[in-house]
């Protein structure tokens, strides 16, 4: 017999689909197009590297104290609605801000509001599937299918309207997702003693998932210059928007691909192992772009992408998921999102000195990154492999 919170209810997963679908048709109006837009408004390298790293620095702030209340309240649903709401006054304050401080301070506070959305939607979506035996991947995988409706979207507005007014777009795209979040279902609550009796778990320091943040921190950070500069590069290089919209559509297929067929991945496939394959395909990835390849080359090595941000998204993901104690996954998910993003931070404010003095060559310290993040992700492979000896 099902448990009573699973009768009579329909399209619980299509809603976070449809979530995710919304979030990731902002990220691909976004990460592409936003810094086109911030040099439209006369904002200069450097400062739009700043900019683009504010977020990075501000989730470490929001993100724990959002998390942390979100579990203590057991009100995943209630945090991403309001936090949907900000992030749309947000947005709207961003689009009439003039000037490259006050746009910095706009979109700053705009970040408090974003930055944790997804690691309560990810804790959300992992609790509502598993107690319907649904997979992650295959709901999760809209949101990569959206994302490429989102860059050829703006990537063709951005051939036809002036980039002035490409900030319209990102509005309109909140919006979508605040609709998305009020249509989210509510979950049922922890059963009773759970969070009272939930003691949080210290995971900042715990060695394993140290080394596994670090390998994601890492590997994620690589892709600043790419996220920052790849549009204006590639622009540079007599690109248009729906060639470059194109191009980053061919990464983000490769991760469909892979989210497909993640829950059919072989055993050996661990988390860890995981975070392995991601940072040396961040490594190939990067160290290709810095030699700045022929426009034929560009679609296959964004194929890698599939490894430097699928396999080490899925890996921290999984590992993370498992390792927090009953009634603080929000918070474990929180924790990796602040090492993330402090990693992330650094690199998106280094990225726009290296680009402004070496141009696509900045790419060589993006595979620097990554490969160590790819050692690290040894360095816990290593240590799950001898912990699951020691286990039998």
């Known amino acids: 017999m099902r448990p009573p919170f699973l009768s009579n209810e329909t399209g619980f997963a299509a809603r976070i689909a449809a979530f995710y679908a919304a979030l990731f048709v902002l990220s691909g109006i976004v990460l592409p197009f936003f810094p086109v837009w911030l040099k439209a408004k006369g904002v200069d390298a450097a400062l739009i590297g700043i900019t683009l790293a504010a977020p990075q620095v501000l989730r470490v702030v929001a993100i724990p104290i959002v998390t942390r209340q979100a579990d ?70 809209w949101g990569s299918v959206a994302f490429i409706a989102g860059v050829f979207g703006a990537g063709y507005a951005a051939d036809i309207v002036p980039p002035r007014e ?27 003693g759970v969070l009272a009796a939930a003691q949080p778990r210290r995971l900042l320091r715990d060695p394993a998932f140290l080394v596994v943040a670090a390998s994601a921190g890492l590997t994620q950070a690589s892709h600043a210059v790419y996220y920052g500069f790849s549009s204006l590069e590639w622009r540079n290089a007599g690109l248009d928007g729906t060639a470059i919209a194109a191009l980053w559509s061919v990464g983000v297929v490769a991760e469909i691909i892979l989210f497909v067929v993640a829950a ?17 395909g961040g490594g190939l990835r990067w160290l290709a772009m810095a030699f700045d390849p022929p426009v034929y080359l560009l679609p296959l090595l964004q194929m890698l992408h599939a490894f430097s941000f699928g396999m080490t998204y899925l890996g921290a993901l999984f590992f993370t998921s498992r390792h927090a104690p009953p009634g603080q996954a929000a918070t474990a998910q929180g924790y990796l999102a602040i090492v993330i993003g402090l990693a992330m931070a650094a690199a998106m404010g280094l990225s726009g000195w ?39």
């Open 72 to 141: 203590r309240r057991d009100a995943l649903r209630g945090t991403l609605v309001m936090l949907s709401a900000l992030a749309l006054a947000g947005y709207c304050a961003v689009s009439m801000a003039e000037g490259g401080l006050l746009i910095l301070i706009a979109y700053s506070l705009t970040a408090l509001a974003t930055t944790p959305i997804m690691p309560v939607l990810e804790t959300y979506a992992l609790r509502g599937l598993g107690a319907r035996g649904r997979a992650y991947g295959s709901v999760r995988l």
């Open 166 to 192: 490409l900030i319209w777009l990102i509005v309109a795209a909140s919006a979508a997702a605040l609709v998305a979040a009020v249509s989210l279902r509510p979950l049922p609550p922890h059963e009773p």
């Open 354 to 392: 290296l680009y402004g003095l070496f141009g696509a060559k900045a790419y060589a310290a993006m595979a620097l990154a990554a490969v160590v993040g790819c050692a690290y992700g040894a360095v816990a492979d290593r240590a799950a492999r001898r912990a699951a000896g020691d286990a039998l």
């Open 264 to 280: 059919r991945l072989p055993a050996f496939l661990t988390p860890s192992m995981m975070l392995v394959l991601g940072g040396a």
